[in-house]
Structure formats: structure tokens, C-alpha cells
């Protein structure tokens, strides 16, 4: 979908022309695009940055660019939002909002405490929806009276039009409710299944792009040669102000590290999961998940609520590992666990990587393939089978997906785990590489997740 978007904006911005059946046909082409909610800020943020790439040393050209911009955020509010407060808080003030959008953009950046103030006024200052429009037709207006001369101040002029029209959705819009749309064969296997998976993942990080790691050199998991820097070398900020990353991020502080200490869970702790599911929902992914498991699984509810309830049964309630209620699915793959001074457990990146960036991971090298004759291991492989210390504890063999996103793994978990099957062996091509993967799903407590992992058994280039 990004090189489409992309392509479409460019059209656009050629002539900086947006007749009305042009926006019929912007329109027309978000809602076919059927953009999960985790993909909204990308669509609109691109609008900005392609736009600075025509930007001249014409005022008047400018000022349309800008009305060109706006127009695709119109439509892309038009086809994937709603009013939040359709009623309002507040009445709509175009001469104050007019000033306090010229306080804004006095300076050539919008720093944390001005988008904190940027966040309160819009909390405070919701219209009636029938003022909407208005409202961020105002912001682009104020904007193109702040354009100058010179292309660095234009540059930066746009990056702050688009926090505050960020800041305008987030308080004033919510997505609308997401649906996949795609009409599938659903009487695939699992490794289609899995690969489905896999293309449908829009949250899905780039290799090189979103992050960058420097996997070193490989070893068997009883050499002692360690690598000496760290895994990850840089991982951007703007995936973890995505929904599903923010709320799997608030999770990872739940739990406590070693089993034998009882798990509880506060109800600030049971929102938060709450909100996961809720996020995790709205994703392809999970909606795929869903369906396909209706089609081959037994007893799984065909409603959304009650499937949440099940994901929550399966993967958050707490069971016994040693002698009290101290562990559960969740806890183990993603957050990890500390038994008979190993770690056990933690399959997830994001938490190996903000692990690793607060000192509390030794990264030791990735494990050498079983054969010569595999693809060779590097920095754009999105499996790898690590070894490292948590906390001083070993974890001698551990594989992980990386870049992906929490709904994709949990689909993939999820999925294999209530087909049944223990052992999942699936194949798995990611665009540069095809990996044989062994998804191992084992239960505890009769009907819960005591782990679920990848195993990489073959890895060749595509």
C-alpha cells in the first residue's frame, strides 16, 4: 500500500489541482485502501513529507501545495474518521484559535512543552463536528500566512502544520471502526495461513529503515566468543507512538521476573489489557486470525468481544508454573521469565531491544545455522536465533521475529495455539528471505499458553 500512496500524492502534488471529482477519487481511494487504524498518522504524515519535496520559490506555488495537503487530509478525515465529541465541548472561537495558532508558528519548531499546550488547548476547545472542517481548514489557512522565502523555514513550517493537525485528530477524531475488508480463501493451510499473515502486516517494521541491528559474528551455543556490541544499533521513535506498540509497550511492566512470586493483577494492570486487545483488534492481522480460526478451529466464538475474552483467557490468565500463580502466556513469550537461574521465555524484539537500551541485556551473538549450505545471517534477516544475558541469567538459544508487529505475533501464537497442533511447521517468505519455521505452541493449566516460539529449521535467500 505505501508505493501506491505515494504514487497517488505525487499525482497530485504535480499540479497541485484537487477538482471535485478529483476528491471523489481521493475518497474513493482511502476507503479502498481500508487503512487499519495504526496507519492513519503514516497517511497523513506522508502528505507533509512528500509535500516538502515540491516545495519552490514561488509564495503563490506554495500556498497551493499547502491547500493540496490539506485537501488529502480532508479526504483522508472524510473516509476514515469521526467526530470523537460529536456535540462538542466548547464553542468554535476563530479568533482565538487564529492567535493561538500564530503563537504556534512563531518559531521554526514546536517543542514538548508546546505540544503539551498544543494537546490541552484542543482538549479544551472541542467544537460542535459541524465545526470541524473549519477548524483545520484554519490551520492550513494560518500556515500559509507563515510561509517566507527560504526552503529550510518552509521545511519546518510543514513539519509543525503537521503536528498540529496531528494533535487536531487525536483530540478531536477517532478511526473509524476497522473492518478487513479483502475477500480471502480461508481454506488455505497453515503456512499460507501464516504467510497471509505476514503480507497483511502494514505495522511491520523495514529493515535499514525503521531500525538498524549488527547481528556480528555467529557461534554455537556453547562457544565462549561473545559479540561485543550490542544487537540493536537504532530503532526509531515513531512506531512506538503507534497503538498496538504503545499499548504492548505499557504491558512489559506488569510482571515480576522470576517465577515462584505470585502474579496479581490491579485494574489499572487489567485496562491496560483491556486496551491491547482493543488496539490489536482493529489490526488486520488479528481480524485475519479470527477468521481463519472460525473456519478451522474448535469452538472459537465468532463475535469480536467474545474472541477478546478468549484471547484474554488463553493468554493472560494466571496459572501455576512452580508453586503459586506466578506466570502466564503473556509473561513468558513476550515479557520473560527467570527459572532455576536461566531465562526462559521472552521471544519478542521489542522487549529484548528496550531491554538492551536500558543495560539490562547482554547481547552474546546470534546461533550459526545447523548447515553450511544455509543463507548466511544479517542485519535485514527478521528471524534470528539469539543468545544473551537478562539480568546476569543466561539464555543460551532463543529465536525471535524481528521488526514485526505485536498483532502479528500474537496472531501467529494465537492461531497456531487454538488449532491445536503443538508442533506448527510453516514456511515463511519475508522478501529477502525464506525461512522453514517450527512454531512450538505448548499448553499449561489444560487450555492456556505456556509458551509458543518460533524455531528456525532452514533459512535460504529468496
Not at 42 to 57: E, K, V
Not at 237 to 259: C, I, M, S, W
Not at 366 to 390: C, G, H, M
Amino acid at each position: 500500500m505505501d508505493a501506491k500512496v505515494e504514487q497517488f500524492y505525487r499525482q497530485i502534488f504535480a499540479d497541485l489541482k484537487v477538482s471535485p471529482e478529483e476528491a471523489s477519487e481521493l475518497e474513493e481511494f482511502f476507503s479502498s485502501c481500508n487503512p487499519p487504524l495504526t496507519k492513519l498518522v503514516w497517511l497523513r504524515a506522508t502528505a507533509f513529507r512528500l509535500g516538502c519535496d515540491f516545495l519552490s520559490n514561488d509564495h503563490d506555488h506554495n500556498v497551493a501545495l499547502l491547500r493540496a495537503i490539506n485537501a488529502i487530509v480532508h479526504c483522508l478525515e472524510q473516509s476514515c474518521m469521526v467526530p470523537r465529541l460529536p456535540r462538542g465541548n466548547a464553542e468554535y472561537d476563530d479568533d482565538k484559535f487564529e492567535v493561538f495558532l500564530k503563537g504556534m508558528f512563531s518559531d521554526s519548531t514546536i517543542d514538548q512543552e508546546e505540544n503539551k499546550e498544543l494537546l490541552i488547548f484542543f482538549q479544551e476547545s472541542i467544537p460542535p463536528s459541524d465545526c470541524l472542517v473549519t477548524m483545520r481548514a484554519a490551520i492550513f489557512k494560518t500556515a500559509s500566512e507563515s510561509l517566507s522565502d527560504d526552503r529550510e523555514s518552509n521545511v519546518a513550517l510543514f513539519r509543525n502544520t503537521n503536528v498540529v493537525v496531528h494533535g487536531f485528530e487525536m483530540t478531536m477524531l477517532k478511526p473509524k471502526e476497522y473492518n478487513l475488508k479483502q475477500n480471502f480463501d480461508l481454506g488455505i493451510g497453515l503456512s499460507d495461513a501464516i504467510q497471509e499473515l505476514w503480507n497483511l502486516d502494514a505495522n511491520r517494521l523495514n529493515p535499514a529503515a525503521d531500525y538498524v541491528i549488527n547481528v556480528q559474528e555467529g557461534k554455537k551455543p556453547y562457544w565462549k566468543e561473545n559479540a561485543e556490541e550490542p544487537l540493536f544499533t537504532s530503532v526509531g521513535k515513531e512506531p512506538f507512538q503507534r497503538p498496538t506498540y504503545r499499548a504492548f509497550v505499557a504491558l512489559l511492566d506488569n510482571y515480576t521476573g522470576h517465577t515462584g512470586n505470585e502474579e496479581t493483577v490491579t485494574s489499572v494492570e487489567r485496562r491496560e489489557i483491556d486496551l491491547f486487545l482493543d488496539a490489536i483488534m482493529q489490526t488486520a492481522p488479528m481480524q485475519y486470525c479470527h477468521k481463519y480460526l472460525c473456519r478451522h478451529g474448535k469452538d472459537i466464538p465468532s463475535g469480536a468481544s467474545e474472541f477478546k475474552n478468549l484471547l484474554y483467557k488463553i493468554w493472560f490468565e494466571f496459572y501455576r508454573r512452580e508453586q503459586v500463580t506466578d506466570s502466564s502466556g503473556f509473561e513468558h513469550v513476550f515479557v520473560g521469565e527467570i527459572k532455576n537461574g536461566e531465562v526462559s521465555g521472552m521471544h519478542n524484539w521489542i522487549r529484548f531491544y528496550l531491554e538492551e537500551k536500558a543495560g539490562n541485556i547482554d547481547y552474546k551473538g546470534y546461533i550459526k545455522p545447523r548447515s553450511s549450505r544455509e543463507a548466511q545471517t544479517n542485519s535485514d534477516d527478521q528471524v534470528l536465533t539469539l543468545q544473551f544475558d537478562w539480568h546476569g541469567h543466561p539464555k543460551l538459544v532463543g529465536t525471535s521475529f524481528i521488526g514485526t508487529s505485536p498483532e502479528f505475533e500474537m496472531a501467529v501464537y494465537s492461531m497456531c495455539f487454538l488449532l491445536g497442533a503443538e508442533e506448527n511447521h510453516i514456511k515463511l517468505d519475508t522478501g529477502t528471505d525464506i525461512f522453514e519455521l517450527n512454531i512450538r505452541c505448548y499448553k499449561m493449566a489444560r487450555d492456556k499458553i505456556g509458551t509458543a516460539f518460533p524455531e528456525a529449521t532452514a533459512h535460504y535467500n529468496d
